[in-house]
């Protein structure tokens, strides 16, 4: 019972307040056109969801509909070899090797403090 009632009350939450929220911050952006069906209407008539998945890698395994198409990994391009510098860092990194890290593209280097 205390399930169901999650459930019902994320459903609502989802219908009544999440979807309209973002669907007003879109159209405020003009991020939505203005002849854009409601998100509400694309929810309910959607025929194909793509996603950003590996549909192998999930755990659970989890059943769809053949109305989903599984892209995950469709955003990557093969690598390009290092600049020249980058590979003399590398090699002369010796045999403990070394650990990079990335924050991605979400955090430009140009905002990050110097220490």
Known sequence: MINSLYNLV???????????????QCRERQLCPDDMPSFHDLRRKTSLFITNIVRTMENPSLPY??????AGGIHCRPAKPLPQ???QWVASSGKPGFIYFSL???VPSSEMPEK
């Open 104 to 106: 991605g593209s979400l």
């Open 85 to 87: 510098d980058l590979q």
């Open 65 to 70: 509909t053949p109305t989903v198409v599984h």
């Open 10 to 24: 994320g459903a609502m939450s989802n219908e009544y307040v999440i979807l309209p929220s973002e669907e007003r």
